[in-house]
């Protein structure tokens, strides 16, 4: 792996790294929802965050050495409809406006850990030199949506 490719790696993981002001803001830790709410202005708001880290990420896609891209794209399109729900992204309204409508999205809390997950393990798998499509596709796609489906289901019982 190249110099800048390692230095892309690093840029990606940093773009994951700046989902915790979400987190915090996500699970309401007090101290930091003050401070994102009357401090830092635009730059306190959950999406100022998602958008920065999508970003980042994909600088790593473009620039970084992975060994296979496939994970990385899912992990990125699926991770971004997930956290969009919780960030409110302006422009993917037409998504989250509907599907916070559906009861398995509407916990947001769930709904960030799954979405950041997904994006991690988009990012892991991506230096493996092999992996079946089928172990993506249920990683990255099928299992989250069925625990989102399975916890939200129980939770509404």
């Known amino acids: 792996m190249d110099r800048y490719e390692k230095l892309f790696d690093a840029v990606g993981w940093l773009g994951f790294a ?15 929802v003050q401070l994102m709410d009357t401090k830092l202005g635009f730059a ?5 965050w998602v958008l920065l880290t999508f970003g980042l990420v994909l600088l790593r896609i473009f620039f970084g050495g992975e060994q296979i891209i496939l994970p990385l794209f899912l992990g990125f399109a699926a991770g971004f409809l997930l956290l969009s729900l919780v960030a409110r992204i302006n422009f993917m309204g037409w998504f989250w406006r509907p599907a916070t409508q559906l009861f398995f999205f509407r916990n947001d809390r769930l709904t960030f850990v799954v979405g950041s ?11 493996f030199r092999r992996l079946s499509l089928l172990v993506q596709m249920l990683v990255l796609i099928l ?13 509404s019982m």
């Open 143 to 155: 299992l989250p949506m069925l625990i989102l489906l399975a916890v939200n289901a129980i939770a």
């Open 117 to 127: 997950a997904v994006l991690f393990f988009g990012l892991i798998f991506s230096y």
């Open 44 to 48: 306190g708001e959950p999406m100022f």
């Open 18 to 32: 700046l989902l915790s002001p979400v987190a915090l803001y996500v699970f309401k830790v007090q101290p930091a």
